[in-house]
């Protein structure tokens, strides 16, 4: 089929670049020209695993083409895909400029039926706007259907989720677009489910805000176990292999981030407001996540005592592994908090870095994670990169002035750090 994707962010080229895979033709559009520059020859705006290999692939064989003009998408596409940013305003609520925008813009370049697919995440409702939006802005009043299929990509893992997705989430008004959106879909074997467009948009909402609850469950379990002396790994465990709970998303941590949890919450939140009911439920999913970085800074703050003047390794500025994402990451505040309390910092990802000096500053970029702790007071691991749980421990006890650890993603085994001599603390461990 004949595919338009409108955004080139993180949905959008994973979305575009997988079904040039299974063999649609691909135009993605993107208003930014060096991003399409950087694109066509063969270059990545972000890291994600397998990515780039397939773009490369993909624009090869000729099923990937990457364009500033929405007009030639619009003209050349059948169904047409809008994957830009739908970020936070001050107050929780979601801006829908882009939206509107590129729905205007489709509309004035619309001359054929088409169906516009919106896969940003947005608030419920908005599909009903975009249509009116259409209807509104096309002078040649052709006839169009608006299509909701939210997307359920992780970062750092998005080409198998977009490949091999649990479901997908088709919200429609008639009956019209249904063919064409099962031909899209149908190379990908996965479960379709077909429903309406306030449905549709509200899984999207109501799934990411679940995850986040799941997570702050276990965060705030976390705290009992460290003040019982239980440890919060058993206990997930236990929970999980009941399999109405399952083991997914019960990682205790420094707590969630990323541009998705924090922004969805508080738009689903704010839209449940809007719709006459609190949602208070998620505004403590909110409140257990920051304590959980609170308390965490204690920790640190209570074992070293005086943190000003010292120097402090740490271990992950990426919101989470496999990604060089630092928007809205733990790792990335809990080093900014670091520095206000007056210590010096060392630290590593091992793909992060680039984008972290834009926000970090004053700090030592190491480049070899074993070199992190020379010299360094202590040692903190802030994100779940695997590659963390290769360090040279041993090195690292010795390169430290006490050889004092914080696990904020509980990557080791507590006995065993104890046994190697490390001041180990973690996230609900016992002690
Ligand atoms: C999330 C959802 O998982 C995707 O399904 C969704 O498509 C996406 O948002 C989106 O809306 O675009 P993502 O933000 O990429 O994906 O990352 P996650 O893997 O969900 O992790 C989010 C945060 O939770 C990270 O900071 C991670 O470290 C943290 N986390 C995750 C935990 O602290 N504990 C866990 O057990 C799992």
Redesign the pocket.
């Known amino acids: 089929m004949k595919l338009t994707i409108i955004g080139t962010g993180?949905?959008g080229l994973v979305t575009g670049t997988c079904f040039a895979e299974v063999g649609h033709q691909v135009i993605c559009v993107d208003r930014d020209e060096n991003k399409v520059k950087l694109l066509k020859s063969g270059g990545m705006p972000i890291y994600e695993p397998g990515l780039q290999e397939l773009v490369q692939k993909n624009v090869a064989s000729g099923n990937l083409s990457f364009t500033n003009s929405t007009v030639e998408g619009v003209e050349k596409s059948d169904v047409i895909f809008i994957a830009v940013p739908t970020p936070s305003m001050n107050d929780g609520s979601v801006d829908l400029s882009f939206i509107e925008l590129v729905a205007r813009e489709i509309a004035a370049a619309m001359t054929s039926y088409k169906i516009v697919v919106d896969k940003s995440?947005v608030p419920v409702k908005t599909g009903e706007k975009v249509s009116e939006t259409i209807k509104r802005y096309c002078k040649a009043k052709v006839e169009f259907d608006v299509v909701s299929n939210p997307?359920?990509?992780?970062?750092?893992f998005a080409v198998d989720d977009f490949m091999k997705p649990d479901r997908v989430v088709i919200g429609v008004l008639t009956q019209r677009p249904v063919a064409a959106m099962k031909e899209v879909y149908e190379p990908f074997n996965a479960p379709i489910i077909f429903t309406d467009i306030n449905s549709a948009e509200l899984i999207?909402h109501a799934?990411?805000s679940f995850?986040a609850l799941k997570?702050s469950y276990?965060n705030a379990v976390s705290q009992i176990c460290e003040a019982s002396g239980a440890n919060v790994q058993e206990v997930a465990n236990g929970m999980g292999m009941d399999l109405r709970i399952g083991r997914?998303?019960?990682?205790a941590?420094l707590?969630?981030?990323?541009?998705?949890?924090p922004k969805?919450l508080s738009a689903f939140i704010h839209i449940s407001e809007e719709l006459g009911y609190d949602f208070a439920l998620l505004r403590e999913v909110q409140k257990i996540n920051s304590e959980q970085m609170n308390r965490f800074v204690k920790k640190i703050i209570e074992t070293l005592w005086v943190v000003k003047d010292k120097t402090i390794g740490v271990l992950g500025l990426a919101?989470?592994q496999n990604t060089d994402d630092v928007r809205m990451s733990?790792a990335l505040d809990l080093c900014l908090r670091l520095q206000k309390e007056g210590a010096r910092l060392r630290v590593h990802d091992p793909k992060a870095m680039e984008k972290a000096k834009a926000v970090l500053k004053d700090v030592i970029y190491v480049d070899d994670m074993n070199d992190v702790a020379d010299g360094c007071d202590a040692l903190i691991i802030a994100t779940?990169w695997p590659e963390f749980k290769k360090l040279d421990l041993e090195r690292a006890r010795k390169a430290l002035t006490h050889p004092i650890l914080f696990d904020g993603r509980n990557l080791f085994d507590v006995e065993e750090m104890e046994k190697l001599g490390f001041i180990y603390k973690s996230i609900g461990r016992g002690r």
Do not use: M, Q, W
Request: glycine content about 12%.
């Open positions: 993180y949905v995440t997307e359920f990509l992780r970062e750092g999207k799934a990411n995850l997570i276990i997914k998303f019960l990682d941590s707590g969630f981030g990323g541009s998705c949890f969805d919101f989470k733990p779940e």
